[in-house]
């Protein structure tokens, strides 16, 4: 049985009381539903429950079940995206945005991001409500497997905070050490998301010492190219 502070693995479809898919963790259901984005990261997602990992709404439902459970539970407002308030609106004249803004587009003023709602003149008028806040949402999802190695657990954390997975890593005691490739180091959401792993590795999994190691590795290409331009000096030198 499911409860607070568990490791699972699970997959869900999202959608609106109209029917209309706004998210899922299948690509084969995004396509179908013209939301594909091929910068998303599609496939089972790890959460810890009552972590906040997935909307509060799920997070709750999840509470009780067994793995391989499937269903769907209705999500209000209050525990999805929050209640829509015709207050969050602000209007801004149109030299405050870079380029030619237009309706519908998500644009960024200072630290908010809204929704542009109308353009009357000069005058940009722009919604900061969440695009789902008021709504309803129906979550059809199936709970996969429950985590129990420690092991796993912390590979879990790197993928819910960095998205990144990591498949060389040991614990030993209380100290873990985790490789990571060194493109890992070019990724912000990596270099952000690696502090939130340790937070909630010492927190969650009692560790006390983690080792983020850096792992270069020479391509075979560059390898070949090595070797060829060693050969190309050797053949100039000899002639």
């Known amino acids: ?13 999202a959608k609106l009381e109209t029917g209309e898919v706004i998210d899922t963790t299948s690509a084969e259901v995004a396509k179908e539903n ?31 079940k067994e793995v391989g459970y499937r269903g769907e539970v209705k999500i209000p407002p ?37 929704t542009v709602e109308r353009i009357v003149g000069r005058r940009v008028v722009v919604d900061f409500n969440h695009p789902l806040a008021g709504k309803n949402l129906i979550f059809q999802y199936e709970v996969k497997e ?3 190695k420690l092991e796993d657990k912390l590979k879990a954390l790197f993928v819910i905070h960095t998205g990144l997975e990591v498949k060389n890593l040991a614990v030993e005691g209380e100290k873990a050490t985790v490789e990571v ?9 990596f270099l952000l998301g690696r502090y939130r792993v340790v937070r909630d590795a010492f927190r969650l999994l009692n560790l006390k010492e983690i080792q983020i190691v850096e792992k270069f590795e020479k391509k075979a290409e560059e390898e070949k190219k090595t070797e060829e331009t060693k050969s190309e000096e ?6």
């Open 78 to 114: 209050a525990k999805a995206f929050g209640e829509y308030d015709p207050n969050k609106k602000d209007s801004f004249s149109m030299t405050k945005f870079k380029e030619k803004p237009e309706v519908g587009q998500r644009v960024r003023i200072g630290d908010k991001i809204g």
């Open 1 to 13: 049985m499911i409860s607070n502070g568990d490791f699972i693995r699970l997959s869900y479809t």
């Open 181 to 189: 490739p060194n493109e890992a180091y070019l990724n912000q959401l």
């Open 146 to 148: 429950k985590l129990e």
């Open 34 to 64: 013209g939301i594909f984005n091929e910068n998303t990261r599609y496939g089972d997602i790890y959460a810890v429950v009552g972590e906040g990992h997935v909307l509060k709404g799920l997070d709750e439902d999840l509470v009780g």
């Open 234 to 239: 050797v053949q100039k030198t000899e002639s």
